[in-house]
C-alpha cells in the first residue's frame, strides 16, 4: 500500500517549486534590507554584518548555478555573446567606479583595476560554464529518456 501523504504528481512539483522560489526571493530581499538598514541607519562597519553580505551572495550566486546547471530558462549563449557581456560589464564598472570614487591609481591597480577586470570574468565564465554543463546534463537526459523508450 503506497502512502498517500507523500504522494506527488507533476503539479505539486511546480506548486512546491514556486512556492519555494516566492520565500527564497522574499528571504533573500529581508537580507538585502537588513544589510541596508545596518550600513545606512545604523552606521554600523562592513565587519558587523559581513556574514549577512555572505549568506546573501552564496544564495544568489547559488540559486542562479543552480537553475543554470539544471536547465532552467537561463540560455546557453555563444563565447561572442559572452566576451561582449563581460566587456560591456567591464565599461560599466569602470565608468560607474571612476565617477564615484575618482580616476584610480595604477600604483595601486590590484585594488583598483584588478577588481573590475577579474570580477565580471568570474561571473561570465562560471555562466558560461554552468549553462554548457547545465545543457549536457539535459541532452545526456533526453538520449537517456529515448534509450529506455
Excluded: C
Amino acid at each position: 500500500m503506497k502512502n498517500k501523504l507523500f504522494q506527488s504528481d507533476e503539479r505539486m512539483g511546480a506548486i512546491s517549486g514556486k512556492m519555494a522560489f516566492i520565500f527564497l526571493g522574499l528571504t533573500q530581499t529581508a537580507l538585502l534590507a537588513s544589510i541596508l538598514y545596518r550600513s545606512l541607519v545604523l552606521g554600523q562597519s562592513q565587519e558587523q554584518y559581513g556574514d549577512i553580505r555572505l549568506i546573501l551572495l552564496l544564495s544568489v550566486f547559488g540559486y542562479i548555478a543552480a537553475r543554470l546547471y539544471y536547465g532552467a530558462i537561463l540560455p546557453t549563449l555563444s563565447l561572442r555573446t559572452l566576451f561582449f557581456i563581460y566587456i560591456g560589464l567591464v565599461v560599466v564598472l569602470f565608468v560607474t567606479l571612476s565617477l564615484w570614487m575618482g580616476w584610480p591609481d595604477l600604483g595601486n591597480w590590484q585594488n583598483t583595476i584588478l577588481p573590475v577586470v577579474l570580477g565580471p570574468a568570474i561571473l561570465v565564465f562560471g555562466y558560461g560554464l554552468l549553462a554548457h554543463f547545465g545543457n549536457k546534463r539535459i541532452e545526456k537526459e533526453i538520449v537517456d529518456d529515448e534509450e529506455t523508450n
